[in-house]
């Protein structure tokens, strides 16, 4: 998981007169010169100790001795960072001082690079105070500054440097670059509002939200309410600022828990952590929370559950589990980087104190890859010390090249795909969320419609012949988690043909595609790539999913998953073809959400507008009894009676544990002519009676013959009406 920039320097001088090919040129006259240099310099900072702990100073580069996936690398320098012999701690500031200059706070978009003129970093201890206000309460917001406060007046030292960066939902700002001016970084907290990147409804997309685009590729608010993702790309956003900067960096992460759920993309995970480590940014997450001591029922934020699970105790172990879950995430950040999370403690500053400490003495190695193909693969690197020096060593293993995206013909653009299909650094280029749902066709396979959703803003688009076109390629295969072998795949491309309308709303909506596979029960693994064909640039989705044996189920009623819609389209309206129409079409016979000539379109950020309908689909299976399928109603082979009891069903929405809408009950009878007794269940109804914001909705089915049942139950977000989206679908595929 080891990975380090590559730097491409291309000099180009310029022309002095002009060439005619075939004819001999005066050898007085001024010539033109182009040099064209690819080098790829990677930066190791190295930890050199002795057997009692302590630094070991005075080493130059000859003796250093430098490995690359078995090939010796020529080191170019060596700087040793010194940072005991000039730290002296700087006298303490009281709350209370008058004559504190109160700064301007100009948000900027980067860190400001060293020069060889200014080596501003030279033994300096480089810190990132990075506030996620988006994933902390204003209460934590408040202890986090507090913290952040307290550090600056009493722990900085004379070698500390200090940055302060904010995410607050729509991009990551630079409020202070690295400084010393203890005033300027007072300054710029007590100008911090407590409670902002908080109101989730002013993400909410309708007719008055203005573009939030940000740096780390998510354009509508929409596809960001509850994909985890925006957080983890906003580290990766800071991470990639950090590496213009060739010292160790310490990035001490404030937020109140960073859970990753079932629509997460692991990939982005992945892909943060490779980031921080190409950078040499460590991470050093404090839960700003601080030691939690949670009721069983929850505290007064939120509503009783008020179910049987709260006499069973399943109401407080889930409160629990959820609790863990969210510092999980923040543990694995810290240690795949090298860092160290600072969890279930009051004192939050001590945190910022260990990532300050974590810094005292290393090197700086710098050598130029003899291996210079960008193939993306892990390169491994060994570094020891020459002569047989004995110290205990710490540097990062090794690291990933960087990928090369050029335009290929067809064979290579083929080729480039599948590699960045096989690579174990995903690529995250492009902004990806995948919904999974299952539904039974018998008692062995499971139909699996996927459907992905792409921002258009982040797609290309090429005039071709008067008409605007954005291309995208499909690449994905599902793996067995058991024996790890592939079971099935999908490679396709769209060519999307755009009226001038419906271009210009493309920036502010997603894409949608969907395909479906034929699955057995089990554990799987699913790799999903998309490419604009234009750039080349490329999204992954990476995640597990379980299908489950409906067949074993016993205590409560069988059902497939639950899909929520706003949209349903006739299949007549695509606006563009996919390159497997004829073989997409077979599966949408079988495809339970295309039906009469329509398709419902998952809605994947499960964000609804109060001014449309919200559609519910589901399946239920309750096979006849005896097993067998009734021919005509009639008796079973077995001799015992066809089941045609009605299941009955209905939706609830609920609003901090309050039942705050319900349809009305649904009775829907078995279907005779299948084995399974398959029971589709379908619900449209509006909300417009609800206020914006987020709700529980929950999907109950009830069995009055064997008093069975099953819940369903998922976050939903409400908002005011929104623009008309772009209604369209295919065979396999849509916008909206």
Not at 452 to 459: F, T
């Amino acid at each position: 998981m080891r990975r380090l920039a590559a730097l491409a320097l291309v000099l180009v001088a310029a022309a002095a007169g002009a060439q005619h090919v075939g004819q001999n040129r005066d050898g007085n006259a001024p010539r033109d010169y182009t040099l064209s240099m690819n080098v790829r310099l990677v930066v190791e900072n190295v930890v050199v100790k002795d057997k009692q702990g302590n630094p070991v100073h005075g080493l130059t580069a000859k003796d250093f001795v430098v490995n690359e996936d078995g090939a010796p690398q020529t080191i170019r320098f060596c700087e040793h960072q010194n940072l005991l012999a000039n730290a002296t701690p700087l006298a303490a500031s009281k709350p209370s001082d008058e004559d504190l200059k109160i700064y301007r706070r100009l948000a900027q978009s980067q860190i400001s690079p060293e020069n060889t003129d200014n080596e501003r970093y030279r033994n300096r201890r480089l810190l990132v105070l990075y506030f996620d206000m988006a994933a902390m309460r204003p209460a934590d917001q408040l202890r986090a500054l507090n913290a952040a406060e307290h550090f600056i007046r009493t722990q900085m030292t004379s070698v500390d440097l200090i940055s302060i960066m904010r995410y607050n939902s729509a991009a990551v700002d630079v409020l202070q670059d690295f400084t010393a001016d203890r005033d300027r970084l007072l300054s710029i907290l007590q100008t911090m509002i407590v409670g902002e990147g908080q109101d989730s409804a002013d993400e909410l997309d309708d007719a008055s939200s203005s573009d939030t685009g940000a740096a780390f590729g998510q354009d509508d608010a929409e596809f960001n309410v509850f994909n985890t993702d925006r957080q983890l790309s906003a580290l990766q956003t800071a991470a990639e600022m950090l590496g213009r900067v060739p010292e160790k960096k310490s990035l001490i992460y404030f937020a109140g828990g960073l859970r990753l759920n079932g629509i997460n993309n692991q990939a982005q995970l992945h892909a943060t952590v490779d980031a921080a480590i190409k950078a040499g940014v460590s991470f050093w997450p404090i839960d700003a929370r601080g030691l939690v001591a949670e009721a069983p029922l929850g505290d007064a934020t939120q509503g009783s559950q008020g179910n049987a699970n709260i006499y069973t105790g399943a109401a407080a172990n889930a409160t629990t589990v959820n609790f863990q879950l969210s510092q999980d995430t923040m543990y694995a950040l810290a240690g795949d980087t090298g860092g160290k999370a600072l969890l279930d403690a009051n004192d939050l500053d001590r945190g910022i104190v260990q990532a300050q400490e974590a810094i005292s003495d290393y090197y700086v190695i710098g050598y130029y890859s003899s291996n210079a193909v960008r193939d993306g693969k892990f390169r491994r690197v060994k570094i020891s010390l020459a002569d047989n020096l004995e110290a205990k060593l710490d540097y990062r293993q090794g690291y990933y090249a960087d990928k090369e995206f050029k335009r290929f013909n067809s064979v290579d653009k083929e080729r480039q795909l599948e590699d960045a299909l096989l690579l174990e650094d995903p690529i995250t280029e492009l902004s990806i969320a995948v919904e999974i749902d299952y539904f039974q066709l018998n008692r062995a396979e499971y139909f699996v419609p996927l459907v992905v959703k792409i921002p258009g803003r982040e797609l290309s688009l090429a005039k071709r012949g008067g008409a605007e076109h954005t291309l995208i390629d499909f690449v994905g295969e599902i793996k067995d988690m058991v024996g790890g072998m592939t079971v099935t795949n999908v490679r396709d491309n769209i060519n999307i043909k755009l009226s001038d309308a419906t271009a210009a709303e493309l920036a502010h909506r997603p894409i949608e595609y969907d395909t479906g596979f034929t699955l057995l029960p089990g554990r799987y693994m699913i790799k999903f790539l998309a490419r604009d064909d234009e750039t080349g640039r490329i999204g992954t989705y990476q995640t597990t999913f379980v299908i489950p044996n409906l067949n074993k189920e016993e205590k409560r009623i069988p059902i497939s998953s639950v899909v929520l819609s706003s949209q349903r389209v006739e299949l007549k309206q695509a606006i563009y073809d996919t390159a497997k129409a004829k073989e997409r079409a077979k599966e949408d016979a079988v495809n339970p959400l295309v039906q009469g000539g329509s398709k419902l379109v998952p809605s994947v950020t499960r964000v609804f507008n109060s001014g449309r309908k919200i559609y519910v689909y589901l399946e239920a299976y309750k096979p006849p009894a005896g097993g067998q399928p009734p021919a005509g109603g009639q008796p079973s082979p077995s001799g015992g009676p066809a089941s045609t009891t009605p299941l009955v069903a209905f939706v609830s929405l609920y609003s901090g544990g309050v039942e705050v809408f319900k349809t009305a009950p649904l009775a829907v009878e078995p279907n005779p002519a299948t084995r399974l007794g398959v029971t589709p269940m379908s619900f449209d109804f509006e909300v417009q009676q609800l206020a914006s914001g987020q709700y529980d909705c929950q999907v109950t089915v009830l069995d009055p013959a064997t008093s069975k049942a099953a819940f369903w139950r998922a976050p939903i977000v409400i908002a005011q009406p929104a623009q008309s989206p772009i209604a369209a679908t295919s065979r396999t595929s849509g916008m909206r």
